[in-house]
């Protein structure tokens, strides 16, 4: 009998904003505890949130002239945290980015 092969899953972070940081670390936590070997793989412009400190730094840019006003991502930013935290019980993404750690998820950063 063969023994099934192991579905293997990479997912992409593009960006260190929170838009960009929180699906792929979710997606990759759900597919790791599921029985898959998952994967991560951040650009050159998603590396921060894996340098030492970098994801605490993410923001929210809202669309449109609104993200361009100083201060606004900021306070996007902590009112999504806020919300993601409170109505569903999704923890900050330091620690997802922990949890991904812990449970066995690869993360890979762009050598450009």
């Known amino acids: 009998m063969e023994k099934a092969a192991k579905q293997r899953i990479t997912l992409i972070c593009a960006r260190n904003t929170l838009d ?8 990759a936590l759900q ?15 998603g590396i921060h949130a894996i340098r030492r400190g970098g994801i605490k730094k993410a923001k929210y840019y809202p669309p449109g002239l609104l993200g361009a006003i100083p201060g606004v991502a900021a306070l996007a930013a902590a009112v999504m945290r806020r919300l993601a935290e409170r109505r569903a019980n999704v923890p900050p993404p330091e620690d997802l980015l922990e949890m ?13």
């Open 20 to 27: 960009g940081v929180y699906p792929p670390l979710i997606l």
């Open 31 to 45: 597919a790791v505890r599921a029985g898959a070997e998952t994967a991560v793989f951040f650009t050159f412009d």
């Open 100 to 112: 991904c750690r812990y449970e066995g998820v690869k993360l890979y950063g762009c050598k450009m």
